[in-house]
C-alpha cells in the first residue's frame, strides 16, 4: 500500500482535503479507493509475527486494530477537522463511550451539557455513574454554570453544539479557556455541523466527535463514529481501548463513510441553501411566529456567536408547536418528508424528539434539555426546495 503526499495538505480546502487526502493506494493502482475486507493480515514467518506483535515492526495484525480502508477514513476525518489523529469507530455512540471509557475512571469527575443526544445522557447516567465517575448536567449556553460545577476531580467538559435537538450553542472558544485554566479536557460532538461548517479544534477545543452515521456518509447507508485529536491522547489512551474492547470501525463502512466524504462540501452547501431558506420562509408563517428554531435566523437568541463559530448554519432546524397533538398533526400530514430517528440524509427527515430520540430520559432531564412534546425536527434534505417547503406548508394546514 503507498499514500500519496499531502506536503499540499495545509495549503487545500475542505472540498480537495475530502478528495486528496488518505488516499491508499495497492500495487494494482486502483483510481477509486479499495476496500480491505478482512479480518486479519498474514505474516510471512512465525518470528515476523512476534516482531509485529512485539511492535518492533510496523504493519496490520487484526483489523479490530487497524485496516487500510479504515485508515483511510480516519486520515480524510483528521484533515478534514484539523486534527493530529482521528481513531475510527462502528457508531457515534461508540466514539462517546470509548472517550469516556477509555479517559475517565473512578473518582474523577464530568461536567455534561444538559442539551445533548438521549443517548449521550443514559450512558452518563447508567455506566458512568455506576463506575463510580461523577456527572454534573449543566445548561448548554451558561458558561457560569459551567464553571460553577467545576470540582478538583473535573477531568472532562462535554458538550454537542449546536445541539440535538434544540439547536442551542456554546461559545466554543470561551469554553475551551475555562478548561485550560482549569487542566479540563474539553471534547466536543460536532456531528450538526461537520468540519465543512465549524471547526472545534481551531477554536480550542481538545477533542470532537462524529457520528459518520448522519452528514459524512450523508445518505442513511451505514453507521460510523470518529474521534479526532491530539496524536499522544489518542495513541496512549484511546486506542488501546479501541484495541482491546473492539468498538472498531467495519472495513466496509470506512469506505461507503470515505466516499460520503468526497461529496460532503457540495452536499453541505445544499443542505445549508434548503434549511436557510425553509427557516426564513415558515418565521413568516402566521401560525409559526416565534416558533422556528434555526441558528441561521436572526431570532436565534445566539445568533450573533453562530455567525461567529459557524461558516453557515446547518440542514437542522426545528419547530416549536404547542402540544404534542399538534406535532402529530404536522409530522402525519407531511407527505415528501418521512419520519425516521436519523439526520443528515439526503432526503428530508422528520423526527418528534420526545416520544423518540429523547423519549428514554427521565421527564426532568427531557425537559431540562428543551425538549418540549410540541418539539419537531427537520433535517432539511437536498429535494427541490420548494417541494420541501409546499409539502411543510400543506401539512400545517392540517395542525
Ligand atoms: C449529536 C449526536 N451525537 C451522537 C449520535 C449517535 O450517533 P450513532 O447513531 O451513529 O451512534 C447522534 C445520533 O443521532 C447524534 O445526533
Not at 438521549?118 to 456527572?135: F, I, Q
Not at 437542522?316 to 397533538?325: D, G, H, Q
Not at 422528520?350 to 427531557?366: M, W
Request: proline residues 3%.
Amino acid at each position: 500500500m503507498k499514500k500519496t503526499d499531502n506536503t499540499d495538505l495545509r495549503h487545500w480546502g475542505s472540498a480537495t482535503r475530502a478528495l486528496h487526502s488518505g488516499v491508499w493506494r495497492s500495487e494494482q493502482r486502483e483510481n477509486s479507493l479499495a476496500l480491505f475486507l478482512t479480518s486479519s493480515y498474514i505474516f510471512e514467518s512465525a518470528d515476523q509475527a512476534r516482531a509485529v506483535f512485539a511492535e518492533e515492526e510496523g504493519g496490520n495484525i487484526y483489523s479490530r486494530f487497524t485496516n487500510p480502508t479504515v485508515a483511510a477514513f480516519e486520515e480524510k476525518m483528521a484533515a478534514l477537522e484539523g486534527g493530529e489523529k482521528t481513531i475510527a469507530t462502528a457508531s457515534g455512540m461508540a466514539a462517546i463511550a470509548t472517550v469516556f471509557l477509555s479517559l475517565l475512571s473512578a473518582g474523577d469527575h464530568l461536567v455534561l451539557s444538559r442539551s445533548v443526544f438521549g443517548s449521550t445522557t443514559n450512558l452518563a447516567n447508567s455506566v458512568l455513574a455506576r463506575m463510580g465517575v461523577g456527572v454534573s448536567r449543566v445548561a448548554l449556553s451558561d458558561l457560569e454554570a459551567w464553571r460553577k460545577a467545576i470540582r478538583k476531580e473535573t477531568r472532562m467538559f462535554f458538550a454537542e453544539t449546536p445541539a440535538n435537538p434544540t439547536l442551542e450553542l456554546v461559545d466554543i472558544a470561551a469554553l475551551a479557556q475555562l478548561a485550560n485554566e482549569h487542566g479540563i479536557l474539553l471534547v466536543l460532538d460536532n456531528v450538526f455541523c461537520t468540519p465543512c461548517l465549524q471547526l472545534p479544534l481551531a477554536l480550542g477545543a481538545h477533542m470532537t466527535v462524529h457520528s459518520a452515521t448522519k452528514y459524512l456518509d450523508g445518505q442513511g447507508r451505514v453507521l460510523g463514529g470518529a474521534i479526532v485529536g491530539q496524536q499522544e491522547l489518542l495513541m496512549k489512551k484511546v486506542f488501546p481501548f479501541l484495541r482491546n474492547a473492539g468498538p472498531s470501525l467495519s472495513p466496509f463502512n470506512a469506505w461507503v463513510l470515505c466516499k460520503g466524504l468526497e461529496t460532503l462540501s457540495l452536499r453541505m452547501e445544499k443542505h445549508c441553501d434548503n434549511a436557510e431558506k425553509v427557516a426564513h420562509a415558515l418565521a413568516q408563517h402566521p401560525l409559526l411566529t416565534g416558533r422556528v428554531r434555526y441558528p441561521g435566523l436572526a431570532s436565534h437568541p445566539q445568533h450573533e456567536l453562530a455567525q461567529r463559530q459557524m461558516r453557515r448554519f446547518g440542514g437542522v432546524l426545528c419547530l416549536e408547536l404547542e402540544t404534542r397533538e399538534q406535532a402529530y398533526r404536522l409530522i402525519d400530514g407531511l407527505r415528501l418528508a418521512t419520519i425516521t430517528a436519523n439526520l443528515g440524509d439526503t432526503r428530508t427527515l422528520v423526527t418528534h424528539p420526545a416520544t423518540t430520540t429523547h423519549g428514554k430520559l427521565a421527564p426532568q432531564d427531557r425537559i431540562q434539555a428543551g425538549v418540549t412534546d410540541g418539539l419537531v425536527r427537520f433535517s432539511i434534505g437536498l429535494e427541490d426546495v420548494e417541494d420541501i417547503l409546499d409539502d411543510i406548508n400543506q401539512a400545517l394546514q392540517q395542525v
